[in-house]
């Protein structure tokens, strides 16, 4: 009878057979098929051999796996790893119009400053952006999708009274000293002259790639939220926007990110309120969905977390410069797991 990956391993290793023997098996397997090969083909060559091995294993790294709702390996690999240029299945777009992104307007708005006062413009005591300037980034929040939801103006994500009390402006200024946009000096934030030029010549849209790529390979998810920083959702970040545009579950995502990286729950340990797996929940809605997707604008989440008492399901609804972003190929459109 033939061992599924989550049955016990027949080691009586106490582990679950994908964990254990699994991937020592299949290679046996493939050693077992060459060593046939070889006994009935007598004259093959050893490089002969070496070819029809490179086939087989290709072949099982390129097989669908379940655990990786449908990816091989190799596409997995390739989605982890490769860099933009090589990206495989998936191609990645910019929007022609950035209106509805919180973070491309702030951005906007820091550059329309600096150029109007040759390049750079005063920061404050504490090193923040101007209160001028917090207080027209604050007046944007109707224009965008997440203004269906009630916010506190005093401190909040998308207003607030100064830099610190506005987190999506704050995460924004720090994005655009990752990518080489802006930077603090004197007293002053800049805007590099290139960048200007950019800005001049091209517009807006520019800067969104690169924005995008300081997100998900420099910037800290972590950063200022409680959790622990050892637990990295980057690597895994093409993956979960290709699961999440087929059920628009934060928890059926948490599920599949475990089930495909077991591993990636090493870093947490239980409490007295929630499990690892809950806490994975949380970490992925705080970390990739509302300081992610929300603030650029690709999603929208209902902060309203219960109902009398009953935790309610956490869905996401996909906004128009989603789907002007990411595009899947047919042959890796999101299928349910």
């Not at 016990?8 to 397997?29: V, W």
């Not at 329309?112 to 980034?137: C, D, H, M, R, Y």
């Not at 999603?299 to 219960?306: A, G, H, L, Y």
């Not at 996909?318 to 899947?328: N, V």
Request: hydrophobic residues 40%.
């Amino acid at each position: 009878m033939k061992i599924g990956r989550n049955d016990p391993c027949p080691c009586n290793s106490g582990k679950k057979y994908k964990r254990c023997c699994m991937n020592q098996a299949s290679h046996q397997e493939v050693l077992s098929d060459i060593e046939q090969i070889a006994a009935m083909n007598a004259d093959l060559s050893l490089d002969d051999l070496n070819t029809v091995l490179q086939h087989k294993m290709q072949a099982q790294n390129e097989r669908p796996l379940d655990d990786f709702c449908g990816l091989s390996s190799t596409q997995m690999s390739n989605w982890l790893y490769a860099p933009w240029d090589a990206l495989q299945e998936v191609t990645i777009s910019t929007p022609s119009d950035l209106s509805s992104s919180p973070v491309m307007r702030y951005l906007e708005l820091m550059l329309e400053e600096a150029i109007q006062n040759s390049g750079a413009f005063k920061a404050t005591a504490k090193g923040n952006l101007p209160t001028k300037l917090v207080k027209a980034a604050s007046t944007l929040l109707p224009e965008f999708a997440v203004s269906q939801f009630d916010t506190q103006i005093s401190i909040s994500h998308y207003t607030g009274a100064n830099e610190d009390k506005f987190s999506a402006l704050h995460y924004t200024r720090v994005l655009a000293e990752i990518a080489g946009i802006l930077y603090h000096r004197s007293g002053q934030w800049h805007v590099k002259k290139a960048a200007q030029n950019r800005y001049h010549d091209h517009g807006l849209c520019v800067f969104f790639k690169p924005m995008l790529e300081a997100m998900v390979t420099q910037y800290n998810w972590g950063y200022l939220d409680g959790f622990s920083e050892d637990t990295d959702l980057r690597l895994f970040w093409r993956f979960m926007v290709w699961r999440l545009q087929s059920h628009r579950s934060v928890k059926e995502l948490s599920e599949e990110l475990i089930i495909a990286f077991p591993d990636i729950l090493l870093d947490l340990a239980p409490n007295d309120y929630r499990s690892v797996d809950e806490q994975m929940h949380d970490l992925i809605e705080l970390r990739f969905i509302e300081r992610f997707l929300q603030y650029w604008g690709f999603v929208t989440i209902n902060p309203r977390c219960f109902d009398d008492a009953k935790r309610l399901e956490r869905l996401v609804s996909l906004q128009p410069l989603w789907h002007e972003t990411f595009h899947f190929q047919a042959a890796m459109s999101p299928q349910p797991h």
